[in-house]
């Protein structure tokens, strides 16, 4: 991958009912190039719509990549990647970093009303499968959509210096918790 490509990763910090979101670009290269600011609310349903707004208030073309630190931000926010890709036209993958036999236990656990839980079941559902990919000694795990599983593996891996977590993601989550804190 060429030192001057760019990706954009999206990380969340929460406390009490506001998450705070942070987007880094940064270059294959390692290179911070740019950062953008959100909110979604802990427990609801705003966070597609949240990244959505990131991305355009970022107004970068030179993005090639979106990364987003998991699937369901801020309490069961559920990402829907595929609308994200539709709405960024960014290849769109979702990394997360641990192993588990998937959300649906923990939605179902975390919400009384049955609407609430179908409704975050049905966007979970959607999504394309979680495969494991190698990075180094850790494994990670990426669902993709705009690109295939290989070519999503490699964006990983490329982006992924040391540590198991792709510099965007780890430059964000890192921002992210900064603002939580000057909150």
């Given at each position: 991958m060429k030192a001057g490509a760019r990706a954009?990763?999206?990380?969340?910090?929460y406390r009490d009912e506001t998450s705070r979101l942070a987007g880094t670009v940064v270059r294959a290269s390692r290179v911070v190039d740019g950062f953008v600011f959100g909110r979604c609310t802990v427990g609801g349903t705003d966070a597609?719509?949240?990244?959505?707004?990131?991305?355009?208030?970022?107004?970068?073309?030179?993005?090639?990549?979106?990364?987003?630190?998991?699937?369901?931000?801020?309490?069961?926010n559920v990402l829907d990647l595929r609308r994200i890709h539709d709405r960024t036209g960014l290849p769109t993958l979702s990394v997360s970093f641990e192993a588990s036999p998937g959300l649906g236990p923990a939605i179902r656990e975390a919400f009384d009303?049955?609407?609430?839980?179908?409704?975050?079941?049905?966007t979970y559902r959607a999504q394309p499968d979680r495969r494991?990919?190698?990075?180094?000694?850790?494994?990670?795990?990426v669902r993709a959509v705009g690109v295939d599983d290989d070519r999503a593996a490699e964006v990983v891996r490329a982006f992924t210096p040391e540590g198991g977590r792709p510099e965007?993601?780890?430059?964000?989550?890192?921002?992210?918790?900064?603002?939580?804190?000057?909150?």
């Open positions: 954009l990763g999206v990380a969340e910090s597609t719509d949240a990244v959505c707004e990131m991305v355009a208030r970022l107004d970068r073309e030179d993005v090639r990549w979106l990364l987003l630190a998991g699937i369901a931000p801020a309490w069961f009303d049955p609407a609430t839980v179908r409704d975050r079941l049905d494991p990919v190698s990075v180094g000694d850790d494994t990670l795990y965007p993601l780890r430059v964000a989550r890192l921002a992210a918790r900064g603002l939580l804190d000057a909150d």
